[in-house]
């Protein structure tokens, strides 16, 4: 068993309704329901007998439910594995007033098409992210981090790196080839080489369709598929009271650090110092989300990059705040470091401003703050303010 093996308290708050809980293999959603939820009656339809006994006949939740009055929990993991489940649902949920229902998956693209809105807001929406470096608080190592990203699956195991290796094969295989979900699983896994130089650059599908050679309208598909299997998401551009063109195209993210340097292929003419600015970038990110996620959601995350090019990497505004934080893979904060957040700083005053760098002390130049990446991501707890 890994040293990392032990229970993890995450930040997810349970909420007092029916709820689904989306996030991708590997996050620690079973993990989370078994803790939070350890009476609860459990349909795991990834076990391939439950899966085929569901698929055939989805009425059985009905008899299952009834037949087991005194559970007033019920779990069904992995529920995009049948949607038909999902009409059911909704009724058992409206006629048994003091039951909970948690439905976890792992994919949102048939749940889409099948209609999770069928329930109506009759269960609202959670998602799980990787750890957070507060969650694992004495056990995170920010150089493993860096190097391994912060999925639980990967995290907690002994061989970390053959893990991350196999995830991705794992969704082609599992998810995209047997839901069917591409025509070309060939094409689909290239592009989910090329789409990994994307990592935390501003989007362009064409280039992305060019390197793939396949035409722009099937990359945008893929990338659909991405997002549905909730493994990348676009960051959009922040443009609320812009006094100065910005730009109109999106950043994209794989949603781990570990799994962005799994896919990325590396030879003698890349730079370590590029790809670890990349995962750096990365890491943050995905706190970011996470932040905003387990504290309500009430914040909109975006990034700042104007049309000739002066950029802030991450915006996040909302009713608690207004903030602005730049990323930069050193140990010396320079004064053309900090010229994204001081043309920031003249658009929008009220934001308070970051720099996260990798040195050691924290700094204010220019009204800007200056902090060790490493303190401002153990010290990033949702629910409390961003920064020291």
Known sequence: MSPNSALVRRFLPAPDRSFFLFGPRGTGKSTWTQENAKDALRIDLLAPEVFRSFAA???????????DPRRKTIIVDELQKVPALLPLIHSLIEEKKGTTFILTGSSSRKL?????????????????????AAELAAKFDFGRALKFGLLPLAWQAKDPEDVLRAYAALYVREEVQAEGLVRNVGNFSRFLEEISFSQAGVLNLSNVARDCE??????????????DLLLAFRLPVFSKRAKRAVSVHPKFYLFDAGVFRSLRPSGPLDRPQEIDGLALESLVAQHLRAWNDYGGGRH????????????????????DGFWAVEVKNAARVRDE??????????????ATRFLLYRGKECLKRHGILC???????????????IGF
Do not use: I, Q
């Open 57 to 67: 006949r989805p009425e059985r939740l009905r008899e299952v439910v009834e037949g």
């Open 300 to 319: 909109r995350l975006a990034f700042w990059r104007t049309r000739s090019g002066v950029e802030v990497d991450f915006v996040l505004h909302g009713p």
């Open 112 to 132: 889409k098409r099948t209609g999770a809105d069928l329930l109506a807001g009759r269960a609202v929406v959670r998602a799980m992210h990787p750890f957070m």
């Open 371 to 385: 902090l060790p990446c490493e303190e401002f991501l153990r010290k990033l707890v949702p629910g409390n303010s």
């Open 337 to 350: 470091d900090l010229r994204g957040l001081r043309a920031f700083g003249e658009d929008y005053p009220e």
């Open 214 to 227: 396949v035409e722009r309208k099937v990359v945008e598909g893929y990338l659909g598929v991405l997002e």
